[in-house]
């Protein structure tokens, strides 16, 4: 059974940087096809796909996030990281860590509050 779990600053001011950490227990990151995305869920609104790496360590991202957004991987550690900048208060929400292939995983995810 893969288990995720999510971790991170948890409060955070506008214009910084969060570096978020997706530690997968139970299998591991490089399995074939499997995908590791980041997803978040503002209060009150609906999950966003934020971006996605892969079994092979490539990279796709939300158009709209490209630009603040990078996800990276340490195999070594069997984790899965996303780095966010200049953070803004509309970017409050419940970030979760996602695995998909023949099989889906979610992590109960991490709070991110953006507030000076």
């Known amino acids: 059974q893969v288990q995720l779990q999510e971790s991170g600053p948890g409060l955070v001011k506008p214009s910084q940087t969060i570096s978020l950490t997706c530690t997968v227990s139970?299998?591991?990151?490089?399995?074939?096809?499997?995908?590791w995305s980041w997803i978040r869920q503002p209060p009150g609104k609906g999950l966003e796909w934020m971006g996605v790496i892969n079994y092979a360590g490539s990279t796709y991202y939300s158009p709209s996030l490209k630009n603040r957004t990078s996800i990276s991987r340490d195999t070594s550690k069997n984790t899965v990281y996303l780095q966010m900048n200049s953070l803004m208060p509309e970017d409050t929400a419940v970030f979760v860590c996602n695995a998909r292939w023949l099989l889906e995983y979610w992590g109960r995810g991490t709070q991110v509050t953006v507030s000076s």
């Open positions: 139970g299998g591991s990151i490089t399995t074939s096809y499997y995908v």
